[in-house]
């Protein structure tokens, strides 16, 4: 199952340019079974997180309990119970795309994570939370 994390569009005023943010988990809500991976993908020029549980104080790395060594790059986690708290660290499709700097290397879009429990699980980007960037895994037996 897969959920896009964010969007943006590009609007011009005549005048010159101007992005507007609408900052969402394309498939708020997903319904799955125990033991099912759902994995987020930014496309969007903007970084996001995918956090469960307590809002980390610097969400920038990912948790301890988030896995960095797959073989495709992605990140990847597994939550037990709805008590768990997981945080995906920055998901960017580069770091920074500014004109006159060197490229950064390309960064990490993607992260899994696998519900192990049944139960409602409920998610926030930590940077866009207040823009409305949040979510829901309904987990069935």
């Given at each position: 199952?897969?959920?896009?994390?964010?969007?943006?569009?590009?609007?011009?005023?005549?005048?010159?340019?101007?992005?507007?943010?609408?900052?969402?988990?394309?498939?708020?809500?997903?319904?799955?079974?125990?033991?099912?991976?759902?994995?987020?993908?930014?496309?969007?020029?903007?970084?996001?997180?995918?956090?469960?549980?307590?809002?980390?104080?610097?969400?920038?790395?990912?948790?301890?309990?988030?896995?960095?060594?797959?073989?495709?790059?992605?990140?990847?986690?597994?939550?037990?119970?709805?008590?768990?708290?997981?945080?995906?660290?920055?998901?960017?499709?580069?770091?920074?795309?500014?004109?006159?700097?060197?490229?950064?290397?390309?960064?990490?879009?993607?992260?899994?994570?696998?519900?192990?429990?049944?139960?409602?699980?409920?998610?926030?980007?930590?940077?866009?939370?207040?823009?409305?960037?949040?979510?829901?895994i309904i987990v069935h037996q």
């Amino acid at each position: 199952m897969k959920v896009t994390a964010g969007g943006g569009e590009a609007l011009t005023n005549g005048a010159g340019w101007e992005t507007a943010l609408l900052a969402r988990f394309l498939r708020g809500v997903v319904v799955i079974r125990v033991g099912d991976t759902i994995e987020w993908t930014n496309f969007d020029i903007t970084v996001h997180t995918v956090t469960f549980g307590t809002e980390p104080f610097d969400p920038r790395p990912p948790s301890p309990n988030v896995s960095t060594q797959i073989p495709d790059g992605a990140r990847q986690a597994v939550i037990n119970s709805e008590a768990d708290s997981v945080n995906s660290g920055l998901l960017a499709v580069s770091a920074q795309d500014r004109a006159n700097l060197v490229q950064s290397p390309l960064g990490v879009p993607r992260f899994r994570v696998t519900f192990m429990a049944p139960g409602t699980y409920n998610y926030i980007c930590s940077l866009h939370d207040n823009l409305g960037m949040k979510g829901t895994i309904i987990v069935h037996q």
